[in-house]
């Protein structure tokens, strides 16, 4: 693979060109956004601990390299795309395990290792079923997997199950546009890759303020 090949995956982008894709590029914002209000609000709350502040810094590093990938198109900016989602992923893995489920560091530490071939299997039985879904088949294993901690937490902690299960719900919408975004490109243009960027900032922040409230959430002490 050459890193500074150009690449066309979208709906909006009609040439490669830097502001071919201007509303894909510009609703990257979201992630800023979203960053920015949950460092609000655990500042104001004394919640800005180690494992709150790497997802802030990583869920921006995301605003960043998907926008360097919807003006650059290169190998290289679909990577600095990728990568902080990835880093995301992991992180709140591990912190869900260890701080939600209440397991140990090295329970935590395998469930990282486990997402991989969890992850790559998941997402080829999707893949295989469905005939592809324009790459989100990758995405959709993580859905899955939010939903499973919610309901492993329904009892335990409802008020986190409630919110990790609000948190599947919202990607699987985002994924659903960002599937749909080269399907519908003769009707709608601009596609709706946007929408899975709006979604998504929306989503992962919220994830964040689920995971700085869940030590509130135990009903044995209401």
């Known amino acids: 693979m050459n890193w500074t090949d150009q690449v066309d995956n979208y709906c909006e982008r009609t040439d490669f060109t830097y502001w071919s894709e201007p509303i894909n590029a510009v609703t990257n914002i979201a992630f800023l956004i979203a960053a920015f209000v949950i460092w609000q609000i655990a500042r104001r709350s ?13 869920l921006t590093a995301i605003g960043i390299g998907s926008f360097l990938f919807h003006t650059h198109a290169t190998g290289w900016a679909g990577a600095l795309d990728v990568l902080p989602i990835l880093f995301y992923i992991l992180i ?19 469930a990282v290792l486990l997402f991989f071939p969890y992850a790559a299997a998941t997402g080829a039985a999707i893949g295989a079923l469905t005939g592809g ?9 993580v859905v899955i997997l939010i939903a499973i901690y919610g309901v492993i937490l329904r009892n335990r902690k409802p008020m986190t199950s409630r919110g990790l299960l609000i948190g599947a719900g919202i990607l699987f919408v985002s994924l659903t546009f960002r599937t749909v975004d080269e399907l519908v490109c003769s009707a709608i243009p601009l596609g709706t890759h946007w929408l ?9 922040g919220w994830m964040i303020l689920v995971m700085m409230r869940h030590d509130t959430d135990n009903p044995r002490l209401k």
């Open 46 to 58: 004394g919640r800005m601990e180690p494992g709150i502040a790497a997802l802030m810094l990583v």
């Open 92 to 110: 709140y893995i591990y912190l869900a395990t260890t701080r939600m489920l209440d397991l140990p560091i090295w329970a935590g530490a395998l």
């Open 133 to 141: 879904l324009n790459g989100s088949e990758g995405y959709a294993p």
């Open 196 to 204: 899975w960027h709006g979604l998504n900032g929306l989503m992962l």
